[in-house]
């Protein structure tokens, strides 16, 4: 098996989403090699190394520093078919994702996406991956090679496993389409913190708050958290909260790593915008609130009391 | 200015989806509808044809036979032209197939633009216009929540992870926006009315110059081994405050290494 | 205390407007794509397609059907066990009962009386003999029937409700449809579109219960009858179940409490839907007068009886609704189906047989000779609007089955007034002597009349997710997702006392309404569109098209 991992990176660091399938893939054995674009990339692959990349190729060139998809997809193709590739894997990203489904259509390869793991199961390579709102595990494979597989993101820890790798420069044929998408203004940080459909930890509330004041209660330990904070249905409602913070069947559908709920009792029409987070905490004082069926951590307690002394501890925690 | 709109038909989320033990897929047996997702992008072509004072908008689909009377949706709130793909061969066809069938039906049409929706209600999967916009050959622009046109260009507000990106493509284009985008209209009376009369045209793959090979199960690279049920949730701890809650709640969100 | 002390803010003169505008000209327009509706556009087809002239002269679109569901089917619920004739008729014999879209034919079935223990198996009542009748869903059943008056010429607008009707010298000229994209308080959205009016011939009402512009018109007209109409709330489930159910049972008594002083009045069902599905639902009379009494927690409660719950073991809840059921039969009826311009039909109008619990082979017959009146109106050349000029509808109706069933149990429902036992005993002479007995005519009291009693009817198991459920999950399998500021459609006094806060907040099936301090609060989206708050104290009006539920298989 030769496998090929595209290395994602913002702000001169891997992600560690991408690094996390670098692991995955050494343990699966074969050759593994991973692939860095940008422009001054070169840096990264000694880290890529760390992580299980015996190769490590870098295409390093100003026309690849604006994180668009296409000019990447002409240089993974080249990698592929030169080099053998039987396997590539991304991490999904809004751009990985991109880069992916168009090497798909110039490979004329399969890629199957949202994988929760990658196995070798009787002698084929073989995804996991929910479908239908994670209610049911799909086992996918590959027809063909090469086999593309995006994974989703939280899936893999990266695993250190030292070593060094050969570094391969790459210079990029890129073709004329490839490069009509021009980036105009590239995204910054956003000060305010992640939108909820992007937050990797969100804290909400519900009526078990009490009074629209409290929602200052979740803020703080959003903060704290490096969160988003998200409401019901019934405090929006209420005017507590605004709308584009809704979560649920009639509002945003979320899959965090780590979803607090504050009061809220846990109805279908809110449990199904929220089912998929990695992790669900809910902090209710009534024990029989229906989340407490589903939460992976449920307490029973008063979250008047129990919000602040946690968000005092997480900070202190994170200082440390 | 002509914009295709690539459109899919879905099966009604209100009727209870299900995955076909015996083929393996999505049971499209049921009633569908327009995916909800694809009328954002709808709306955005209408916006634009309004803004630019005329042109043609044309939806775009591969489905069974039903899937025509859920497109006339879009033509209900101002689309003009319907062309449905619908072959047996094509039933079963992964994201190669898919984009191959798509992607000589646009080549046909020659759009100045080609729009997507954010993602398929049914499948989730949110990658199909990158793998159209190679075989097309055209610049693409994804997760667009605002757009603007000027003369032979676009412009649009991509949003990912970091914030929004402004990227800028001539035309003809490739273009998948968001549902952030806009609040699409509701059709008019009259529109509902008017739908039924515009054109709606059928196409086989053969229309398309594609052989049965190059679709269905046997056009795919990815194939579907086995349904079953998603691992457990794990044990669901529950605890009583004592005063040590907030401790307890720290301590397993660094146990799950989640802080 | 009683409802109707705290009448809502509804004046049916508001949804009486000329035209101003009219945008938009139809031949017949059918309001409700319902079993009435549907055979009456099909009717109409079939008439059309012998007579081209008059199809052309009704212009490009000679029937229109407004639906205000998403699609046809999605607010239509039944129980149902289908009487086959009216369509046989309908269809004059060219399609067959076995390519219909039933789910099987009643070959047995059961009547018990329940006790919490026990089912004791007791006669079928005469009136309530089902062999040769179908099972059938009304959803899919509408959904066939759509397609086939599709086929037939009619064009089906769906999402779009009727909102108010046209009314200009006298006389009925169409309907103005409802606005879409309008916020909580009344504000125009950016998507804001506007309704529109619509001119036709004729107008036919096939509302359903609790029909909004029927309501509306019958004021208007003065067509209302001696009595008024009076309501059940039917709240059903389907279930998928491992052994197939080969009989139709009805059952009586528990949990309904028989004491006079209840007025608990109905029972329950439970249909085969083919091998691996089954209703069960609850009908109660919405005449009741305990403040806590919970139709849907009765149904939750009906499940753990024995006889129930060893059908549905091991089964799946696949789908839920609520719907009420015009109860007061041929006394409830109006004194007249027809005004200038305008046709009433099917469970709009009243005609349901309680007894039978039959109501959807009325719907098509009442829709198809209401066709075959707004034909020959046109036909003649006459204005429909000419006062007099649809009364054959009346006349025809009058000399059909469907008049004659309603007339011979007229006396039957009212007399389970008298409590259980004895109102058994009346309705088993009035079956005896065909509606001879009891003598003379009962009378109907309005159900928001009743006095209210606290009686601790609220004993209710809770909910264990498996074979018992609570309200929110069962809004939610009835595929509910109307947007949370769309602005509030029930018209209803807030500031009431707590019995009557209460009283709403256990009667409805869908948790719109909570008693809070001072009053009630009230979530309109959970709203399934029963109709029950008509029926006591408050006043449903259609909400932005398209919202509501989608029923598939009720």
């Not at chain 1, 670098?22 to 422009?39: D, N, P, Q």
């Not at chain 1, 987070?277 to 008047?304: R, T």
């Not at chain 3, 609704?321 to 469970?347: M, V």
């Not at chain 3, 209210?452 to 509910?480: I, M, Q, R």
Request: contains cysteine; aromatic residues 6%.
């Amino acid at each position: 098996m030769k496998t090929l991992v595209y290395l994602e990176h913002h702000d001169g660091q891997i992600q560690k989403d991408s690094l996390g399938v670098l692991s995955k893939a050494a343990s699966l054995g074969g050759e593994v090699e991973a692939v860095l674009l940008g422009s001054g990339v070169e840096g990264l692959a000694d880290e890529a190394a760390r992580f299980g990349a015996a190769r490590v190729h870098v295409a390093d060139d100003a026309r690849l520093e604006a994180p668009l998809p296409q000019p990447r997809v002409d240089v993974l193709e080249r990698l592929v078919r030169d080099g053998g590739v039987d396997t590539v894997v991304f991490a999904a990203t809004v751009l990985s994702a991109d880069v992916a489904a168009a090497l798909a259509a110039r490979l004329e390869a399969g890629l199957n996406w949202d994988l929760t793991d990658l196995v070798e199961e009787s002698g084929r390579l073989v995804g996991k991956r929910p479908a239908l709102g994670d209610s049911v595990y799909v086992d996918v494979g590959w027809s063909s090679e090469p086999r593309l597989a995006l994974i989703r993101s939280g899936t893999f820890e990266p695993v250190e496993t030292g070593g060094s790798a050969e570094v391969v420069s790459v210079d990029p044929q890129l073709e004329e389409f490839s490069l009509a998408a021009t980036m105009l203004e590239q995204a910054h940080e956003d000060s305010e913190g992640p939108s909820i459909e992007d937050a990797d930890v969100i804290v909400a509330g519900g009526r078990g708050l009490g009074g629209p004041e409290n929602f200052a209660l979740v803020e703080e330990l959003a903060k704290a958290l490096g969160g988003a904070v998200a409401a019901t249905r019934a405090v929006v409602d209420a005017g507590w909260y605004p709308y584009s913070a809704q979560v649920g069947q009639t509002g945003k559908t979320v899959s965090p790593k780590l979803y607090i709920a504050c009061g809220i009792s846990g109805a279908i029409q809110h449990k199904v915008g929220m089912q998929s987070s990695g992790l669900i905490v809910a902090i209710n004082k009534d024990p029989n609130a229906p989340i407490f069926e589903y939460a992976d951590l449920g307490v029973v307690g008063d979250l008047h009391e129990i919000l602040p002394k946690l968000t005092e501890l997480v900070r202190a925690r994170r200082a440390a | 200015m002509k914009i295709a709109v690539c459109a899919k038909y879905v099966p009604d989320a209100a009727a209870r989806l299900r995955l076909d033990p015996a083929t393996k897929r999505l049971d499209r047996s049921g009633e569908g509808a327009l995916n909800p997702f694809d009328i954002n992008a709808i709306e955005e072509a209408l916006r634009l044809k309004e803004a630019a004072g005329d042109g043609e908008i044309v939806i775009v689909s591969l489905g069974p036979e039903g899937a025509l009377e859920a497109m006339r949706k879009a033509l209900a709130m101002g689309a003009d032209r319907v062309v449905l793909v619908s072959d047996e061969e094509a039933a079963g066809s992964d994201l190669v197939a898919t984009s191959r069938i798509l992607a000589a039906v646009l080549e046909r049409e020659q759009a100045d633009l080609v729009l997507f929706g954010q993602q398929a209600s049914d499948s989730d999967g949110a990658v199909l216009w990158a793998a159209v916009a190679d075989r097309l050959r055209r610049p693409l622009i994804s997760q667009v929540a605002e757009l603007t046109r000027e003369d032979g260009k676009v412009r649009g507000k991509r949003q990912t992870e970091y914030g929004y990106d402004v990227i800028e493509a001539p035309l003809p284009a490739v273009l998948a926006v968001s549902d952030a985008i806009n609040e699409p209209r509701y059709p008019s009376l009259k529109g509902i009315m008017g739908a039924k009369k515009k054109p709606q045209e059928t196409v086989a793959l053969g229309d398309l110059g594609l052989e049965a090979g190059a679709a269905g199960e046997a056009g795919s690279a990815t194939e579907v081994y086995a349904l079953g049920d998603p691992p457990p949730r794990g044990e669901t701890r529950k605890i009583d405050d004592d005063g040590s809650a907030a401790d307890a709640i720290l301590e397993f969100l660094a146990e799950k290494k989640v802080l | 205390m009683k409802p109707s002390d705290y009448l809502p803010p509804f004046d049916p003169a508001e949804f009486v407007v000329a035209p101003a505008e009219p945008e938009i000209e139809v031949g017949v327009l059918v309001v409700g794509a319902g079993p009435a509706g549907l055979a009456c556009a099909i009717r109409l087809g079939q008439l059309l397609e012998g007579a081209p002239e008059l199809a052309e002269r009704l212009g490009d679109v000679p029937v229109a059907v407004l639906e205000k569901g998403k699609q046809p089917g999605s607010h239509l619920l039944s129980g149902a066990v289908v009487n086959p004739r009216s369509l046989r008729t309908l269809f004059e014999g060219r399609v067959r009962t076995d390519a219909m879209p039933f789910l099987g034919r009643v070959e047995h079935e059961s009547v018990y009386y329940l006790t919490p223990k026990r089912a004791m198996r007791i006669p079928a009542p005469p009136t309530m003999r089902n062999r040769g009748n179908y099972v059938a869903s009304l959803s899919q059943l509408g959904r066939w029937l759509a397609e086939q008056a599709e086929e037939a010429g009619a064009t089906i607008l769906p999402e779009t409700t009727a909102s108010k009707l046209l009314v200009a010298d006298g006389r009925v000229r169409g309907v103005q449809t409802g606005d879409r994209g309008r916020g909580r308080d009344g504000e125009e959205l950016s998507n804001f579109e506007p309704g529109s009016e619509v001119l036709a011939s004729v107008t036919v009402l096939a509302e359903g219960t609790q029909g909004h512009l029927t309501g509306v018109a019958l004021d208007r007209f003065g067509l209302e009858g001696e009595n008024p109409q009076v309501w059940a709330l039917g709240v059903k489930e389907v279930w998928r179940v491992q052994k197939p159910l080969d009989h139709v049972i009805h059952t009586m008594g528990w949990p309904l409490r028989g004491a006079k002083r209840y007025r608990e009045f109905g029972g329950s069902f439970v249909y085969p839907m083919g091998d691996d599905m089954v209703t069960v639902g609850m009908v109660v009379g919405l005449d009741y007068r305990d403040v806590e009494l919970s139709v849907h927690d009765l149904l939750q409660e009906l499940k753990t009886h024995r006889l129930v719950r060893k059908i549905l073991e091991g089964g799946e809840r696949i789908a839920w609704g609520a719907k009420t059921i015009p109860e007061g039969g041929f006394l409830s009826l109006p004194r007249q189906l027809n005004a200038p311009g305008l046709l009433i039909c099917g469970d709009g109008a009243g005609l349901v047989n309680v007894p039978a619990l039959k109501g959807i082979h009325y719907a098509v017959e009442s829709g198809r000779l209401a066709a075959e009146a707004a034909f020959a109106s046109l036909q003649r050349g006459e204005a429909p609007g000419r006062s007099g000029a649809l009364a054959g509808y009346d006349q025809s109706l009058r000399e059909s089955f469907v008049w004659e069933d309603l007339k011979r149990v007229r006396n039957m429902r009212p007399a389970f007034e008298r409590g259980f036992w004895l109102g058994g005993a009346i309705a088993g002479a009035a079956t005896a002597t065909r509606g001879k007995l009891p003598p003379g005519d009962a009378h109907t009291e309005r159900d928001a009349d009743q006095e209210l009693l606290s009686g601790g009817a609220a004993s209710y198991p809770a909910p264990d997710g498996v074979l018992t459920f609570d309200k929110l999950s069962s809004v939610f399998l009835s595929g509910n997702k109307t947007r949370d500021d769309a602005p509030s459609h029930i018209r209803v006094r807030t500031d009431v006392p707590p019995e009557l806060a209460t009283l709403w907040e256990h009667m409805c099936p869908a948790q719109v309404y909570e008693a809070v301090d001072g009053g009630v609060e009230v979530t309109a989206s959970n709203c399934v569109q029963c109709g029950a708050i008509t029926a006591k104290g408050g006043r449903l009006t259609p909400p932005e098209g398209g919202s509501g539920p989608e029923y598939t298989v009720t």
